[in-house]
């Protein structure tokens, strides 16, 4: 076992040398004093109407100019982006993702092979972070994996020694209910606690450890959700917690924490209007990871997605085997742990739809929960996005969600989310107009995250 998961790593390895030399920034996007991008239709994330013949202008990491052509001085010697017929608008913002998950099929399997290896682990969540960032995502939000591992990777993508979005993260579940004993991986990811007392010293860990956010899950009464909340508002941290039933919606309603997970994505019905009430009267953010369900519908439609040439390309071969034969059959996964997803499919939709329709609308965030099986974390944010128009929401309603929002979310929303000057230059041109088709996301031609161009 030693020698095979040493074989494994070294592919690993190799795989991920060759990813980030690929994303490397460009000599020319460091050297160049501005850049300027030309000629797009802008969409700054402000639900305004878009701006048409766009100039942004580009030094160091923030944006110092927004205008349009004739209006803008563009600097001699400036590094000129052409997006004539293309749309420029702000990188995603993904608050719900878990790194060290690659879309396999099964945890009860994921798990006991990840434990073989804890540096296997590690470069899975490199791969997975990579991916991400491919896709247009420059935030995330890690909610849920091992604490020390996790902030690690932060550390290190946040002082710019790792390619990847920057990086916002809770460590640890807090629980009552943490898995399979024998999963030793995923028992880093979850901290099993019997008391409330329990639940608060574990949030004083997570404090102590350093991460930004503090994790909920599932099993927690409302008063260990109300302690965690206390311990992390005392130190200027936040918390994130399951709201899949109106039950843990009111314990989240009580702590009171700072987002809900999964809102309206159970197998049991719709929100209570009373509940919707109240979110909409509340401060909380609301992240419903509903194209975790519905990606199992992606897959009815067209089940030549689980042998994707992207997930192939980025992963080491014995990996991608792995991942693919955990998935091959989907139908298989719904008669066993993900029994609930058809009954999610048929009740969801409309739960979405109430929640899209109702006041909390302006307090919903991209989440996707990528990572989970088929999610994949290369599309599994603009696959949101189309559902988000899908079920109710304006074109322009959507990138706010998945832009600016989420920056205030996190408490940052005067340094990123929007193309405005001062902000940083989080920054996506798409050869497509996402106002009449989302599916256009997919079509990236340049990423720039604090000024650097890694596309």
């Not at 690659?102 to 804890?118: C, E, H, K, L, V």
């Not at 899209?356 to 088929?374: E, F, Y």
Request: aromatic share 6%; hydrophobic share 40%; glycine share 10%.
């Amino acid at each position: 076992m030693i020698g095979e998961c040493a074989r494994v790593y070294s592919i690993v390895a190799l795989a991920l040398a060759a990813i980030f030399s690929l994303s490397a920034p460009p000599a020319s996007a460091q050297n160049s004093a501005v850049t300027a991008i030309v000629g797009g239709q802008l969409i700054d994330g402000n639900e305004g109407p878009p701006l048409h013949e766009s100039v942004v202008l580009i030094q160091g990491k923030k944006i110092t100019a927004v205008g349009r052509e004739g209006e803008i001085q563009i600097p001699a010697g400036a590094k000129i982006i052409d997006a004539h017929g293309m749309t420029v608008m702000p990188g995603l913002i993904d608050m719900h993702v878990h790194l060290d998950l690659i879309g396999a099929g099964n945890f009860g399997t994921w798990f006991p092979y990840m434990q073989d290896s804890r540096e296997r682990a590690r470069q899975v969540m490199k791969i997975s972070l990579h991916e991400i960032f491919m896709g247009g995502v420059t935030t995330i939000r890690d909610m849920g994996g091992p604490t020390d591992d996790l902030l690690a990777l932060r550390d290190a993508v946040n002082s710019g020694k790792e390619t990847g979005p920057r990086m916002f993260v809770t460590g640890a579940y807090i629980s009552r209910i943490c898995g399979n004993p024998a999963w030793k991986q995923a028992l880093l990811n979850c901290s099993l606690v019997h008391s409330t007392e329990e639940a608060r010293e574990e949030a004083k860990k997570r404090i102590a450890a350093g991460t930004d956010w503090v994790k909920a899950w599932i099993g927690l009464t409302a008063e260990d959700e109300k302690a965690i909340a206390e311990e992390a508002h005392k130190a200027g941290k936040k918390v994130g917690a399951h709201g899949t039933t109106d039950a843990e919606i009111r314990a989240g309603l009580a702590a009171p924490v700072d987002s809900l997970e999964h809102v309206g994505s159970s197998d049991w019905g719709s929100v209570s209007p009373e509940l919707i009430h109240a979110l909409a009267q509340s401060d909380i953010w609301i992240s419903p990871t509903m194209i975790s369900s519905y990606r199992f519908k992606l897959a009815d439609g067209f089940p030549e997605g689980v042998d994707s040439q992207q997930l192939k390309a980025d992963l080491p071969p014995d990996l991608y085997r792995f991942v693919h034969d955990s998935v091959s059959d989907p139908d298989r996964l719904r008669r066993g742990i993900f029994s609930d997803i058809p009954q999610r499919l048929r009740v969801n939709p409309e739960s979405w739809r109430e929640l899209l329709r109702s006041g909390v609308a302006g307090h919903i965030v991209l989440g996707t929960d990528s990572g989970t099986p088929m999610n994949w974390h290369f599309d599994s944010a603009r696959n949101k996005m189309k559902l988000f128009v899908q079920f109710g929401m304006t074109p322009l309603q959507a990138i706010s969600a998945g832009t600016r929002l989420p920056a205030v979310a996190l408490g940052k929303g005067d340094e990123f989310g929007t193309i405005e000057p001062g902000k940083s230059a989080d920054i996506l041109v798409i050869d497509g107009n996402p106002l009449e088709d989302m599916a256009d996301l997919k079509n990236l031609v340049h990423i720039f995250k604090e000024g650097t161009q890694y596309k």
